[in-house]
């Protein structure tokens, strides 16, 4: 491992590249600020090695960007593009990236913004269910959050012009873009030909293999590649819980050596606990989703999750009801995405044979023991307790959510099941252990001394209450 090699004088520089690129994935002359590049280029040979040997991701650096391709393991539904506003990409927008991608890729050196459009709404009118209207408000505001998307990212740069000019009125507004085409065509490579796939299984890596073992039955685990899959959980997934995890991984978890590693290369440290380990980022940059952070969802979800541990650790509180973890398959997901592909743009005669993507989900490996049980909160607490809190800290919210509680709720619980802490049921949610590191929260609301004047007099330095004569 190349990290334990590098001099201590120059270790701290290379686990800030080595966080970069895996906070990133893409890195260009811009994104996510212009120092990133010449760092990842000044350590690319070792970052190369180290990043093959722990994870078994694949790095590429050209002169214009450096792309990590992962390996991804699972589906993961809560990781949406987002837009400049933190806004999530919905289909439309997804579909406008998409398009404009490909429309990128066959334009010279510069494009409007109109002329972008007018080959996206063309192309999507081939495309079932999705069209761009350049007339409709809606329309103009999804396609250009994709193209800010792409500008973000620097695979187009703005030359003159305004975007949001247009968005509101096409008929006078425009824009004009550069195009950066190496950062295109490294946004977008798929392994496969798109147009030759009938299952998103297909875009998975190592789904080859998984065919070949449901044909040919399971092969002996690597453990080498068991230690590559639970390294990679640690640094892609808030916490790493080992119930959830085969007993051959749980050995690999537990082994004090495949953290190690993974802090060596990071500098990340990694906190322990009986039920999994987090990597824990001091500098706070190498996540998407900064906890504790400020923002009034923020906030209330740590208080929320502090209420949440004193509650579960109250020993005078009435016993809570305890439930095993809902089944996380992807496999519906998966169907979902399967049935959203456009048919109409398969090449039938280059396609895979659809009869040997497994029509089934794959039985997992079972765990020799009963799974574990994690205690519920209802709906009702969490209410009670977020409107505790509202009583309490309310002047102090954005006046957003002052007067809507219900939705302050929905969001400050979907962060904490963002961040592995809880799980959402139907009925409330499941408490998971990460939780206890939040518990005993201190509350310091900065209070300004009010002032009943408009002008005041000077202040002469005098500390007693006589006035000169």
């Known amino acids: 491992m190349r990290a334990r090699t590098i001099s201590p004088l ?4 290379y686990q800030r590249a080595a966080r970069m690129i895996l906070s990133n994935h893409l890195v260009t002359q811009t994104y996510p600020d212009r120092l ?29 960007t450096a792309r990590l391709f992962t390996v991804p393991d699972r589906l993961v539904p809560d990781t949406p593009a987002r837009t400049p506003s933190d806004r999530v990409f919905d289909r439309h927008r997804y579909a406008y990236l998409a398009l404009a991608l490909a429309a990128l890729g066959r334009s010279g050196n510069q494009i409007t913004l109109s002329e972008l459009a007018d080959h996206v709404a063309t192309e999507a009118a081939q495309v079932p269910g999705v069209t761009l209207s350049t007339e409709r408000a809606a329309d103009r505001d999804a396609f250009v959050d994709a193209v800010a998307w792409l500008a973000a990212r620097g695979a187009i740069v703005l030359a003159d012009g305004d975007a949001g000019g247009w968005a509101s009125n096409p008929d006078t507004g425009e824009a004009l873009y550069d195009i950066d085409r190496s950062v295109v065509i490294a946004l977008f490579r798929p392994p496969r030909v798109l147009q030759h796939v009938t299952s998103v299984r297909s875009l998975l890596e190592g789904e080859k293999d998984r065919l070949q073992e449901a044909a040919v039955g399971p092969r002996p685990a690597d453990p080498r590649e068991t230690a590559r899959r639970i390294r990679r959980a640690l640094v892609e997934r808030p916490v790493v819980y080992a119930d959830e995890l085969a007993d051959d991984e749980r050995l690999q978890l537990a082994l004090p050596r495949t953290a190690a590693a993974v802090e060596d290369l990071t500098g990340l440290v990694a906190e322990r606990r009986a039920e999994g380990i987090a990597m824990i980022d001091p500098s706070g940059r190498m996540s998407d989703v900064r906890f504790p952070s400020t923002g009034t969802v923020s906030q209330v979800a740590l208080l929320l999750a502090g209420e949440m541990a004193d509650r579960v650790l109250d020993l005078d509180a009435p016993q809570l009801q305890h439930r095993p973890l809902p089944d996380r398959s992807r496999f519906e997901l998966t169907t979902q995405l399967d049935a959203a592909i456009p048919r109409a743009g398969i090449f039938e005669q280059l396609a895979e044979d659809p009869a040997a993507a497994p029509s089934e989900p794959t039985t997992p490996v079972e765990n020799a023991s009963e799974p574990a049980r994690y205690p519920q909160l209802g709906d009702a607490w969490l209410a009670e307790a977020v409107g505790k809190l509202v009583r309490q800290f309310g002047r102090t919210f954005a006046a957003q959510w002052q007067a809507d509680h219900a939705g302050l709720r929905r969001n400050a619980i979907a962060l904490l099941d963002r961040l592995d802490l809880v799980r959402k049921v139907d009925d409330g949610v499941l408490v998971l252990p990460a939780i206890a590191r939040f518990r005993g929260v201190v509350v310091n609301i900065r209070h300004r001394s009010a002032q009943s004047d408009l002008f005041h007099e000077p202040v002469t330095g005098r500390t007693d209450d006589t006035r000169p004569v």
Not at 50 to 57: I, M
């Open 10 to 13: 120059e270790i701290d520089m």
């Open 36 to 64: 990133a590049l010449p760092l990842l280029r000044r350590w690319a040979t070792e970052l190369r090695e180290d990043l093959l040997e722990l994870f078994g991701y694949r790095f590429e650096v050209t002169e214009t």
